[in-house]
């Protein structure tokens, strides 16, 4: 099975908590809004009319303040997030993960270093091409980020990367067949063992191949996580399975804002 989260040996990384929800004011007026539509039905009518108005204006009243008071929440989770993913970031770039450099073979068979990606966005992943579940599914959702990101005008493109943790099996010519599965642009990086694992130590992956079955078959428990890294090669952040597509994209999007604040 494979069991790994995010890498082990980052220290006390900042996690972003989920912001409460106003519960209080939507679920008071939500309440109220049912109310009213059951007041409108065939008993009140028996009861009497004078009910209907005076809810209806309760309800309005409840309604335009829940109005009011959500504004003012969003406004304030805003600022708590983009305080948060600045504090976050800064926590991983002193934890220094990635600052390393990484010599390795692309699918097609190219030489490839980190400086080769100076001045570009990447998402990259590591996992190995055997994966029978959790890498075809992270793999997918990072084309389908990829391709969110490219579906909006203005901004710069994204070079999703896939480094192999297991060179014995993933060569090259088995990086470039299953690439292609995903999205065109997917790089597939593969190296001797010592370059896996020089890549692999500098983004602080954890892989262990397990042991071989009669079919000579073997699983590699690994960390699961897609890393963003900014156009000036510094990590910048990092998502577990639990983030959705729609979430990365949010958080690539907000990072790339962020950057180009940061120049201009
Ligand atoms: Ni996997």
Redesign the pocket.
Known sequence: M?LAQAPKAWPRLPQLKAPALPRTVGGKALHLRYQLMSGWGPETDRRGQSQGPELRTRVLVTALFGVGLGGAWLAARAEKEQRQQRERTEALRQAAVGQGDFRLLDHQGQARCKADFRGQWVLMYF??TH?PD??PDELEKLAQVVRQLEAEPGLPLVQPIFITVDPERDDVTAMARYVQDFHPRLLGLTGSVEQVAQATHSYRVYYSAGPKDEDQDYIVD?S?AIYLLSPDGLFTDYYGRGKSAEQIVDSVKRHMAAFRSILH
């Open positions: 494979l996992g190995f994966c959790i890498c690994h699961i």
